[in-house]
């Protein structure tokens, strides 16, 4: 299965600030995925970004605020904006490969915002 | 709208005891089912998931799920929990535009 380095591993930002989150994936796949986990609950679909075309948002989940670059088919980053405290949240990328549907979860970005 | 439930936000069992932790999704297909485990402070692990086929699907750790078509239910059971098992567990499911959604999740703390 893909192997997913995603950085920062954690970080601490001030309130106003943004941040970037980068995924990198050790072979190409055509779907990727980030996910928001806020303390205490589950995984919410902020987008889905496919190679090529723009990135699709959940409801709830705009550009402007959470922009999503993906350049080639092993990279992606997810930038969060003018950040404020309810940011605080563990962010996961996700890719899936193959026809046996193998998703594979980045260790996360968790995001502190002060 | 598709959606998936864990019904138990938190379940207490005894070590040595047997566990089932239910999820309900709710769609017109069947989607393709998963359960992931989380540790406090780690990242997700895949324990089982379920295409097609036999509807018994055996995982890692020793955890089973049963998927039931007339009951739209994926629940995971474990005949024996040990105290490894505490954790955060979830059901997720993959519809048609593949992208996989999650249920609330559910906290099991197993007693000595």
């Known amino acids: 299965s893909a192997v997913i380095s995603q950085k920062p591993s954690r970080d601490i930002c001030q309130r106003g600030t943004s941040l970037t989150i980068q995924c990198q994936v050790d072979?190409?796949?055509?779907?990727m995925f980030w996910y928001r986990q806020q303390p205490g609950q589950s995984l919410t679909l902020i987008a889905t970004a496919n190679q090529g075309s723009e990135a699709t948002y959940e409801s709830g989940f705009v550009i402007d605020k959470f922009p999503i670059s993906r350049p080639n088919l092993t990279f992606s980053t997810l930038t969060v904006s003018n950040m404020s405290p309810e940011d605080s949240s563990i962010y996961l990328c996700?890719?899936?490969?193959?026809?046996?549907?193998?998703?594979?979860f980045g260790s996360g970005t968790r995001l502190t915002v002060v | 709208a598709q959606s998936v439930t864990q019904p138990d936000i938190h379940i207490t069992v005894s070590e040595g005891a047997s566990l089932e932790l239910r999820c309900n999704y709710s769609?017109?297909?069947?989607?393709?089912l998963f359960w992931y485990v989380q540790s406090p402070g780690q990242g997700l692990q895949l324990l089982l998931k379920y295409f097609s086929g036999d509807t018994l699907v055996q995982g890692i750790k020793g955890f089973e799920a049963e998927f039931k078509r007339s009951q739209s239910s994926f629940n995971l059971r474990k005949p024996s929990v040990h105290w490894s098992d505490a954790a955060e567990y979830f059901c997720?499911?993959?519809?048609?535009?593949?992208?996989?959604?999650f249920g609330a999740g559910t906290r099991l703390t197993v007693k000595p």
């Open positions: 997720a499911v993959v519809y048609n535009n593949n992208d996989m959604r």
């Open positions: 996700s890719v899936v490969e193959g026809e046996n549907y193998g998703y594979t």
């Open positions: 769609y017109g297909a069947t989607p393709y």
């Open positions: 072979s190409q796949v055509t779907m």
